[in-house]
């Protein structure tokens, strides 16, 4: 058993913290609220060789794991850092998959091409149906649905609040055929028939897109069941990692503010209100990082427990963040809660990151179908 | 259990209701937001409109301006200005907590010059109590006042979580005038008019982006004699005076947030899928419990304020549940709605960023726990390790304990 | 308005803590754990006059309201007391409201006969079927069917779990006609085809039975619907009355015994931990009071609104006695969880009472369904 | 990530599956609850089979009759003795905690003559640090020892929550020899006979009626000169590197209290009903999410094990985990169930009344969150006002308060 990050890992880690330390990321999430401009950081993403993380060696990328990936998406939410790498890297894992055009996954791999995933939530133990994003509601919109001729897809429908969709050259669609089954179809931005539609809610730093299929023509991906699954589950896990990034980094900024403050005559950092709370962003820091490990190792090595894996690493991600966030507002006092101040970007990130594809509640749901599924299969 | 007015209230009652009827046409529409200035020279109308009416200062005593009514009279005047759906005064911070402390321990004169223009919107009054380093931890407060030889004052330091500073033309300002004594002694309470110069205002946003409060800054501000309200070094004193009408306010006015199970109901209700959800309904279920607690504990608390009873530190706990119940509201209703309920034209994005900031507004959760478990439950205080040292010296020893 | 008890209200209060206070309730609730009997405390509840109530003066009872019984029910709950009243009175309630036989009336007054209401959940927006609590399981089991000849009726079902069963001299049972339409009958105990099986689960002082009718005939009450509802709702507010005086006497002994042990040279109240902890706990004691006064007041003054009162008040009380008896064993340390201790006593009481009568999380579904009906009539 | 063998550990964990499929019918059975004294010696002759095998005592010096292999080959035979469904070894305190303290102060006639016989299970242990008042704060012990002319011992005083002492032949005990110095420093740790004169165990039942634990009297009991283990007065030191093992026996072992979502699930799979509720599912999901977290995080401790490093006091967050999650478990489970859950005859009743003495055995959740916050985030201490003071005048001080 070896259940840490290798060195490699480790350097990948400390190189994407290196090279996202040069940009304030922080203080351009403010100014985009404000219509200010995000930095481009796909010129980074590039240089550090993340476009092609998931494209394996044969077609140019660099042929590592939801782990590595996962790792360089928590640097990334560490600093509330905008690189459409959200979007990209499923897309990319779904078309490798696929054994797309090696020219594409070429340019994909080298990030002359950027891909947004447009995703479609697998059927569970109480519904089969793959479904889509809604505008609003609770109740899930139909999957787009798609007409195959051979390679040839239409595909119709509509997916709201796509992550890293605007400014996209291809989008990876996920959506059913006139059975119910699941196909992946990839459809260029420019085709006839396809409108994305540029939004953002609450965290300016998160690019999000409705997107529209009217009869849209793209090429369908030859690819099972599992790696259809597969593409939805990753999501969730980059999703979950860059979460865990900035829980690490709002709990450093709060223990620092915390042993500088004082009240009464003592640090605030030594009140059992402020101490026992702060233990508990640890607590679920680490939590979720063990699960970060845990969904990195079954994507490779137990596929078949990736579903449960970033199911459960999202739902621990997205409580870690709501609560270290609404903590480092409060350790600061009123002046946390201000506009000036950088603990609300992080409140602001927690707070559409956990309302995302599916959101987190959907992903403890799943948590408890699959443990359900196994159940019925075990003697009690 | 009676939740009836009495024949004399409902008298009162159906006086006031009579009123707004005739009057409501004059009354402002506070849901656009245009010009600033304009709403607030309206709103000052409508306020005026009101106290000539007698419906501003309905507990405080005739001889200065007031009613001399009792507490559920005031309550009859709120309900029927909600009902009305017109809006409350302007200054409820003036009209609420400091018009009742300059008449508690202001002088003659005081009285006499600030009180009737303050009910009339005249002159709006702000509150200067908190300090970047003095929220919790109120007796810390650095702004200084010194005195001039002829009896006046310069004052200096920043203040901040203001309310109405940027129309205000007085405030009630806390200010340490003798460092040397420990932190609660040496403090003393002024009349600060607020275009006086070397006082300047900046307006403070929260997370919404919306200036709720702002910052105020003293530059050496020059007072005249007889600015003090109260004794010199007396401060601490008329500041707990403040703070309990403070209480009193909130308390009797838990619901005035605008948080109740039927508004976030209706939220969900419009989704049908939602308000079917086993997992919507038991989260629902649970925040308007202790929304509808919140307004049974209200009604309590009026029962014992109509009977004269001033409410323990316990009152403060309605904020706690309030605010507590008001952000599972907010989670719900964006896990139901999704995205979408962030989006800035929402109400619930809105609610959603206010939630955080009103938890330390007037007092933390945690201070509040302090004080309601040593004043009420009678368990023991902290250790405390600034008692009976004088204010320089723990400043100077907070400074090496961080530097080292 | 006059939002407080009454003087009379007060005294009914301080003299039922009077008179359960001859008792050592409390050591009985542990011995009956082990098969002790339990002291009878009916003979307490003749001579102070509970029995009678809830019925009408006319008929010789007290003519009292929901609030008097519920203020009785917080002084046994605050010693574990086991007095037969949650069943007895709200089937007294339905007798009375019915105008069942004087002569009956004035002996179920003087506590000569005893009855137990054998209760059926009224439907709700989602499903308007009345329904009878389930021997186990999350499915609500079918109500009992009745069938009526004129007065007479035949009643046939099971009902689990219900309170004070055992022993009562007449069961007012809830059941459903041929329409589904709800009905009362009162049911001898000696009559054909009713079985009851005295059972207890975990909290040795509550008195359960599951109760079988086969054809058992009784006589049907003539009550509307609001009756019959307003019964179920009766119960909650009593079963939550008992949990509110739990409340407060764990709470006074959690604070007592913080005030009096010390660890680190301070007494552990003193630790914010402990004291946050114990404020809680009033803070929920004086909800469900609020609460309580709510459900009391609308049950005579707001009819309409009574199920939505008492089922807060269920879920704020189910809520507070939970926590406080997990307080009241935790700040004791590891002693507080032993058996000689009497902490257990209340975590025993708190862990059965918010599983009975359809549980609290039911109560907590009904708040919402409540107020959900109202507000699919107002405008968003 | 690899949770993988490597072909050393491959080979191991074949000759340990090997060894139990030949030695598994000697293995005792567990669950019945019949004749305790017969269930104890069964198991104990399991225990010395298991030690005769090489299988206890893994991690240990090969000197003191371990064998001298590291922690992954451990967490190997204690997963193949769970596959293979026998039960463990009976004295896992004497071999993971008490035992390794030994080797590390132990004289070496110490070592000599009681780590074989503890491995082999002829001679079980107890562990007797805790005390009435000293929970939380351990170093508050008031038992007493004191020293005879003859360099032997008198003890006296009681000791709570002891494990195994009703068959145990030995107990590490630490108590106090010298009350006038602060109280970190004047305490010694003993080996006590539990047959001597003087000694009066009593078991004490839990909440759900089961005598998990005992309290130990000790009324003048004589020790022999050369019963303390490390330095007189240096037993605090002593103590930390027993609670060091404890802490790697709960970081490591969090499993083995039998807390799995996998459990939790089959029981809620078995109500259709419930199986379908998006309530029941939404609960379900969060607790599970914490037990899996809390499984890998079992994987990473134990691979910074394997690697020689010392876990830090974060991994005690692991129990915090473990005994929340299985209160909403058992929580949840009640709710779908119902009073039959309660049922003195259900495992969820058991489960549900074990919880709470859980929640403060081994330190409460108040004291770990200190200490993690303090050692592990750099937080600042609270104020002591017990450092420095004799113990004498500290006991002292608190009889005043309490009087007062």
């Known amino acids: 058993m070896n259940f840490e990050l290798s060195d490699e890992q480790v350097f990948l880690r400390e190189a994407a913290r290196g090279a996202l330390g040069r940009v304030n990321t922080v203080a351009a999430a403010r100014e985009a609220l404000e219509g200010g401009a995000l930095p481009d950081l796909w010129p980074t993403a590039i240089q550090a060789g993340w476009t092609g993380l998931l494209i394996s060696e044969d077609h140019g990328g660099a042929g590592l794991g939801a782990l590595d990936a996962m790792l360089v998406l928590a640097e990334a939410g560490r600093v509330l850092a905008g690189i459409p790498l959200l979007g990209h890297l499923p897309a990319t894992a779904l078309l490798d998959r696929a054994g797309f055009s090696p020219e594409s996954l070429g340019q994909l791999a080298d990030g002359t091409i950027r891909a947004a995933y447009v995703p479609a939530r697998p059927g569970d133990d109480r519904d089969p149906a793959w479904t889509a994003e809604p505008a609003s509601g609770k109740r899930r919109a139909p999957a787009p649905t798609v007409v195959r001729d051979g390679e040839l897809a239409t595909v119709t429908g509509h997916v709201a609040w796509v992550p890293d969709a605007p400014g996209a050259d291809l989008l990876v669609v996920v959506g059913v055929d006139e059975d119910g089954t699941p196909v992946a179809v990839a459809v260029g931005e420019r085709a006839d028939g396809v409108r994305v539609e540029a939004t953002t809610a609450y965290d300016a730093t998160r690019s999000l897109g409705h997107v529209t299929f009217d009869g849209a023509q793209g090429r369908a991906l030859e690819l099972d069941d599992e790696g259809l699954r597969s593409a939805w589950f990753l999501a969730q896990g980059l999703l979950a990692a860059e979460g865990l990034g900035a829980v690490e980094e709002a709990l450093e900024r709060s223990v620092t503010y915390a042993k500088e403050r004082f009240t009464f005559g003592r640090a605030i950092g030594s009140y059992q209100a402020v101490k026992h709370a702060l233990t508990e962003v640890l607590r679920r820091q680490e939590n979720t990082r063990s699960l970060l490990y845990y969904a990195g190792w079954a994507y490779d090595d137990a596929p078949g427990e990736f579903p449960l894996a970033a199911s459960a690493l999202r739902v621990a991600a997205g409580g870690a963040l709501d609560f270290a966030a609404r903590e480092l507002i409060s350790v600061h006092g009123g002046i946390g809660a201000t506009w000036e101040h950088d603990a609300p970007l992080w409140f602001r990130r927690a707070q559409l990151s956990r309302r995302l594809l599916g959101g987190t509640a959907e992903s403890a749901d799943r948590v408890a179908g699959e443990l359900l599924t196994s159940a019925a299969g075990t003697p009690a | ?404």
């Open chain 2, 1 to 404: 259990m009676d939740l009836n007015d009495t024949p004399d209230q409902a008298a009162y009652r159906e006086h006031v209701r009579g009123w707004l009827q005739q009057n409501r046409q004059h009354a402002p529409d506070t849901r656009g937001r245009g010009d600033e200035e304009a709403a607030v020279e309206a709103h000052r109308g409508w306020q005026r409109r009101l106290a000539e009416a007698g419906f501003v200062g309905v507990t405080w005593p005739a001889e200065h301006g007031g009613q001399g009514r009792g507490p559920l009279e005031q309550v009859i005047v709120n309900q029927e200005i909600a009902r009305a759906g017109v809006p409350g005064i302007l200054d409820t911070i003036g009209v609420g907590m400091l018009g009742p402390t300059l008449i508690a321990h202001g002088s003659d004169e005081q009285k006499q010059r600030y009180l009737g223009p303050m009910l009339h919107a005249d002159e709006v009054w702000c509150q200067l109590f908190s300090e970047p380093a003095a929220g919790s931890d109120l007796a810390g407060i650095q702004a200084r006042a010194k005195r001039e030889d002829d009896g006046g004052w310069r004052i200096s330091g920043q203040k901040v979580w203001t309310t109405n500073a940027q129309f205000a033309a007085y405030g009630l300002l806390l200010a340490r005038t003798d460092p040397d004594v420990s932190k609660h002694r040496g403090l003393t309470m002024f009349v600060v008019p607020m275009d006086g110069e070397g006082v300047t205002i900046r307006p403070l946003r929260q997370i919404s982006g919306e200036p709720e409060f702002n910052e105020v800054f003293f530059d050496d501000v020059r007072l005249e004699p007889g600015s003090e309200v109260g004794a010199v070094n007396g401060g601490w004193g008329v500041a707990l005076t403040t703070l309990m009408f403070e209480r009193l306010t909130i308390g009797a006015g838990s619901e005035g947030l605008g948080y109740s199970g039927e508004r976030f109901a209706r939220a969900i209700a419009s989704d049908p899928v939602a308000a079917a959800d086993p997992e919507v309904r038991q989260r629902l279920g649970a925040l308007a419990t202790e929304l509808l607690a919140l307004r049974f504990t209200g009604y309590r608390l009026l029962t014992a304020l109509s009977r004269g009873q001033i409410p323990g530190p316990e009152a403060g706990l309605g904020k706690v549940t309030a605010v507590n119940a008001a952000i599972e509201a907010g989670d719900l209703i964006a896990d139901v709605i999704g995205p979408e309920a962030l989006d800035s034209d929402s109400e619930w994005s809105y609610l959603i960023s206010f939630l955080p900031g009103l938890k330390s507004a007037g007092g933390t959760e945690e201070i509040l726990r302090n004080t309601v478990g040593e004043r009420v439950l009678g368990l023991p205080p902290e250790p405390r390790l600034d008692k009976g040292i004088p204010f320089s010296e723990l400043r100077a020893k907070e400074r090496q304990e961080v530097g080292a």
